[in-house]
């Protein structure tokens, strides 16, 4: 049996779980009260009948839940069956509430933060004892850029490291200005070799003026930052359009904006 212990106020996030754990494994396997509970039923009885032998409790968290005596006994009872091996609960966090202490050493799913339909196939995992590991952190890269200030005078690009440090800060910044439109300041100063290069036609087929610029020595880690000062010296104001990290000896990569 499938217990899925929440709260009334929940059921619009609730329910789509339900119905797709019913799709998979039948209504019988699945105690959920909207059609395990019929009109003359005792509410109390049919709670006990679910919880007899449950092989699976999903704790939905929730404010509401959270508040509810009935659904606090449900998921205690489980907790006290979980203890002597009898089934196994695991919480599912449905906002942002807290995590009850004592559920703390359970690894939850978190529909919150990850979507209905990530924490559907997480549960159906955990119900058919698969590994319920799905990547999340495919598109990580430890650089990004952020800019800010006046377009007209000078902007600041901050390139930052978040977890790694970076050997090779050798980075391209991209704008629709000509060469003698802008100055370009490293670090308050620190020497650095580089070039201008006009006219390059991006993958997308976008055509950009670029200023290739790399510390004479040096590393990024997530302490210590690249900053590059962009100085407008005509009245065109700053056209910037990103940057690019040398990630390989031929191919210059996009970095993210972390504004």
Not at 53 to 66: H, Y
Not at 117 to 144: C, D, K, R, Y
Not at 187 to 216: D, W
């Amino acid at each position: 049996m499938i217990f899925l212990s929440h709260n009334h106020a929940d059921k619009p996030v609730i329910e789509p779980v339900a119905l797709r754990l019913r799709e998979i494994f039948g209504q019988d396997k699945v105690f959920y009260d909207s059609w395990s509970i019929q009109p003359g039923d005792g509410i109390i009885d049919k709670m006990n009948e679910g919880l007899v032998s449950p092989k699976f409790v999903f704790f939905f968290v929730s404010e509401k839940s959270l508040q509810s005596g009935m659904v606090k006994l449900e998921w205690q009872t489980a907790l006290f069956k979980a203890t002597k091996g009898e089934c196994k609960i695991i919480p599912v966090r449905v906002d942002g509430s807290a995590m009850p202490p004592v559920l703390l050493q359970n690894v939850y799913i978190d529909m919150f933060a990850n979507g209905v339909e990530a924490a559907i196939v997480q549960i159906v995992n955990v119900i058919q004892g698969n590994n319920t590991f799905t990547p999340q952190h495919m598109g990580f890269s430890n650089l990004t850029y952020k800019f800010e200030g006046d377009p007209s005078k000078e902007i600041m690009i901050t390139i930052s490291a978040s977890h790694l440090m970076e050997p090779n800060p050798q980075f391209v910044l991209m704008f629709d200005n000509e060469q003698d439109e802008l100055s370009f300041e490293l670090n308050g100063g620190q020497p650095h070799v580089g070039g201008f290069n006009k006219g390059i036609q991006l993958t997308n087929g976008i055509v950009v003026n670029a200023q290739a610029i790399a510390p004479m020595g040096g590393a990024i880690t997530p302490k210590m930052p690249m900053k590059i000062k962009l100085t407008a010296t005509k009245a065109k104001p700053i056209q910037f359009r990103g940057v690019l990290h040398r990630d390989s000896y031929d191919n210059y990569g996009p970095l993210p904006n972390k504004q």
